[in-house]
Nanobody, 127 residues
Framework: VQLVESGGGAVQAGGSLTLACVASGRAFMNYALGWFRQAPGKEREFVAAITWFGGDTYEADSVKGRFTISQDNAQNTIFLQMNNLEPEDTAVYYC?????????????????????WGQGTQVTVSS
C-alpha cells in the first residue's frame, strides 16, 4: 500500500489549503482513510477520517467547522480542505489507512490502529 500526500505549503493565518492523498496498492472497500498531524515536540494527533465505502466522516473538535474531509473513489484520493487556518495548525500532515468496520472496539481516532502511513506534507501558518 502506498499513500502519497500533496498540497502542503506556507500560508498566512486565515488562509486556506487543500491537501490530497492518493492511495494505491489494494482495494480499500473496508478501509477508512484519515489525516493526522504532528507539530514539533508534540504527539501525532487525529484530524479527520472518512470511510471508503459510505463516506462517513469524522473530525477532531479542534478543526470542526474549518476543515472538511472528502473523497474521490474513482481517483483513489482523499482530500482535506482547510479553511481559516491558524498558527496552531502548523504541523506535518500525514495520510493514513486502516481496516475499519465501525465495530465496538474500533476507534477511528486512534493512530495506533492505522496500518499504513504516507510520508507527510508540511503545513506552515504564519500570524
Amino acid at each position: 500500500v502506498q499513500l502519497v500526500e500533496s498540497g502542503g505549503g506556507a500560508v498566512q493565518a486565515g488562509g486556506s489549503l487543500t491537501l490530497a492523498c492518493v492511495a494505491s496498492g489494494r482495494a480499500f472497500m473496508n478501509y477508512a482513510l484519515g489525516w493526522f498531524r504532528q507539530a514539533p515536540g508534540k504527539e501525532r494527533e487525529f484530524v479527520a477520517a472518512i470511510t471508503w465505502f459510505g463516506g462517513d466522516t469524522y473530525e477532531a473538535d479542534s478543526v470542526k467547522g474549518r476543515f472538511t474531509i472528502s473523497q474521490d473513489n474513482a481517483q483513489n484520493t482523499i482530500f482535506l480542505q482547510m479553511n481559516n487556518l491558524e498558527p496552531e495548525d502548523t504541523a506535518v500532515y500525514y495520510c493514513a489507512a486502516r481496516w475499519f468496520t465501525n465495530g465496538p472496539r474500533d476507534d477511528i481516532t486512534n493512530r495506533y490502529e492505522y496500518e499504513y502511513w504516507g510520508q507527510g506534507t508540511q503545513v506552515t501558518v504564519s500570524s
